[in-house]
Nanobody
Framework: QVQLVESGGGLVQPGGSLRLSCAAS????????MGWHRQAPGEQRELVAR???????NYADSVKGRFTISRDNAKNTVYLQMNSLKPEDTAVYYCDADLNFRVHYWGQGTQVTVSS
């Protein structure tokens, strides 16, 4: 059974950093685009960043210059390095990926809270 498992969320003070990880497991033979979305209470889920199998990236304007997405294809893992965090970055962060026959998968989500 294919699944995405996130880790690395938590509570951090404004200006701090966190690194999220998302590992794809199960019977995987192809991984295409991987990404991160987030959803704050009462808000719609929004794209944060994505990275293609070739390493091309794109970011939401609100995180450009602060967040960096990367991937380790040997480990079937995508990362999100988040620096200079702000209270408005508080949300549940979800990993997503197109795997195998370009079937889209979501992780279970990890909470990120930015507060003093």
């Amino acid at each position: 059974q294919v699944q995405l498992v996130e880790s690395g969320g938590g509570l951090v003070q404004p200006g701090g950093s966190l690194r999220l990880s998302c590992a794809a497991s199960g019977r995987i033979f192809s991984i295409y685009t991987m990404g991160w979305h987030r959803q704050a209470p009462g808000e719609q889920r929004e794209l944060v960043a994505r990275i293609t199998s070739g390493g091309e990236t794109n970011y939401a304007d609100s995180v450009k210059g602060r967040f960096t997405i990367s991937r380790d294809n040997a480990k079937n893992t995508v990362y999100l390095q988040m620096n200079s965090l702000k209270p408005e970055d508080t949300a549940v962060y979800y990993c997503d990926a197109d795997l195998n026959f370009r079937v889209h998968y979501w992780g279970q989500g990890t909470q990120v809270t930015v507060s003093s």
